[in-house]
């Protein structure tokens, strides 16, 4: 999922445990939960890790969706009354927490993190393995309308 989806998902966990500490347990889970669901990334993933073409691509697109991120959370904790920063906080941190670990590992290839991204490897291709991905495209519009509707829940 792109990193505004697992944001505001991890921003509405952290208000539902009303806890920082439950927020982050929480939030962390939901990444590989919701990871599985396919989300047209593998073409862009293939590309890089793969193939080895038009990596530049997929650099843009996580720089974008990191980007894109940070400004959604920035919006929503201005718009929003929220309830507790520090729930909203910790709610958001462990729900990206797993993408900048996997980000890490792509990095560094250190051997401390492989499982790490093995794991999260395994929830994410979990049906795509299986089914397949679906275009991009549909699935960022998707995205769009989910995260719409869960930050009415915030
Ligand atoms: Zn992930």
Excluded: C
Aim: proline share 3%; glycine share 6%; aromatic share 14%.
């Amino acid at each position: 999922m792109t990193l505004t989806t697992h944001a505001t998902l991890g921003a509405v966990i952290g208000r539902a445990t009303g806890n920082p500490v439950l927020a982050f347990i929480f939030g962390f889970i939901s990444h590989f939960l919701i990871d599985m669901v396919p989300h047209g990334d593998t073409g862009l993933a293939d590309n890089y890790k793969i193939k080895k073409v038009r990596r530049k691509q997929a650099l843009a697109y996580v720089m974008v969706d990191a980007v894109v991120a940070i400004m959604f959370v920035l919006i929503l904790a201005n718009v929003k009354d929220i309830v507790s920063v520090r729930n909203f906080t910790w709610g958001i941190v462990g729900s990206v927490l797993p993408d900048l670990i996997v980000g890490v590992y792509e990095l560094t290839k250190t051997k401390y993190l492989h499982w790490f991204n093995k794991m999260h490897f395994f929830f994410h291709d979990f049906f795509i393995k299986r089914k397949g991905d679906v275009p991009l495209y549909y699935a960022l519009m998707a995205q769009v309308v989910l995260i719409a509707y869960l930050q009415t829940k915030l």
